[in-house]
DNA sequence: AGCTCATGTGAACGATCTTTACATGAGCCG
DNA sequence: CGGCTCATGTAAAGATCGTTCACATGAGCT
């Protein structure tokens, strides 16, 4: 019974040394197991090989550790948004796709951030530094949407990046959160989420007037336009994302 | 202390009557207070005025009162979307975008219902009713889908259906979710969460070709949507649905 | 060496979830 | 009407959790 706690008392001495690290990762692996709701503060404790009073040397209550965990995942976000981004090249409109995969793949390589930032239920503005982190999250999309925007076809209004901004990361959320998640991604679908989310995307961005055959800008590779066969009258480009050749 | 509880045994008997109702609606009320999280058996039991062990004789365990919850919920969702699609009348796209904005008024109108719903946390498939319950929802949004998908313009390939079914489904729940709920609905936007999904399923129709100016209905009060900031009918020829001619 | 303070422990409290044995009374059968 | 039965509710109890408190430990500074 209690050889086991003496023992790892005896491998580490009385105290931890790191503690709130080793918290912040075990809550990490509990939360992607069980998701937030399930996750406990004595399991947190337990799995760290501490007694259930430690971790309130820490943090404050289960939400502050949740809250930390949340904002450290905003951060990891962030930078993976970011270096997806690669500040637009070779060229925006691939970039800004490569954005929207890369907020599906960190839903689905990090479960456990995306749950305690996204379905953990925790006031947004419990936090300020939390709020904040969030925020430096969505302006990468919000900066990617602005240079997108600057590209919209001349003769129609600019749509507002910010709006723009907006209907991207609902879009990657909603597609994330009902398809690419647990047990959600057991709902059978047609296609993969990537697949629906960069349709979603490139049918969105052809109806704000973008050219959605990837196009070099200032770069040497040019990739196989669509077949042109659609009277272009009707301003569809032929082939849909949804039946893209290759 | 306890005369409380003597005095509502006395005003109803020892038999309740009518109690898994009673922890229905006590669990929606707690839900749409505190959240799925927080929302606790004990507390429902005591709501209804009976000791926390009378629930166990009407559900198995918390989960089974959830997922009732969450079937109930999306039997009412079904009706609601169904009512907002009359059919498509008086014309598909009007139609198509009602649907959208019952979406956003279910979520905000039910949160305890959506909550149950779609960030309980609670999986899909545990129960076999409650994926069926699910899925007549989602059939109402496909069935919708159907109808616009055959009215594609000509020339082009018909966007799959299902795949435009999911793609509304995944914007409307991305603005449910991450503006138009609970706190999340504190993130401060240029437009409502009501603007932002019209505006977003307009320029997706667009991009798939649907023309998406209104026409005259024989129904003079259609609300255009708000434009945030470019004059409307500023003379250029486009025009976007955050800012739409005509 | 001795002090101090951050860090960890154990015990304890109240709340929750869940099970178990027992109580009640509504409806049916004769 | 009288009695039986079974669905429905209760009380008590065990297990777990969040949280607090008094106390123990030992790392680092003087």
Known sequence: MSWRKEQRRAERGYHH???KEALLQAALGLIAEKGAAGFTFADAARMAGVSAAAPYRHFRDRD???SSIAQRGFEQFEARLTAAWDDGRPDTVTAFERVGRAYLAFARD??????AMFESG???DANAALQAASERAFNVIRAAAERLA???PPGAPRPPAM?????IWSMAHGVASLFSRGDAARRK???SPDELLEAEVLIYLRGLGFPTDRRPQANGAEPPPVPPEAPSGSGVPPGGPWGRPK
Do not use: S
């Open 64 to 66: 502050e550790l949740l």
């Open 189 to 191: 679908l047609p296609m």
């Open 150 to 152: 600057a590209l919209a």
């Open 17 to 19: 040394g790191n503690l």
């Open 122 to 124: 925790l006031p947004v």
């Open 163 to 167: 709006m723009m901004a907006l209907h």
């Open 110 to 115: 990090e479960p456990a951030f995306y749950n």
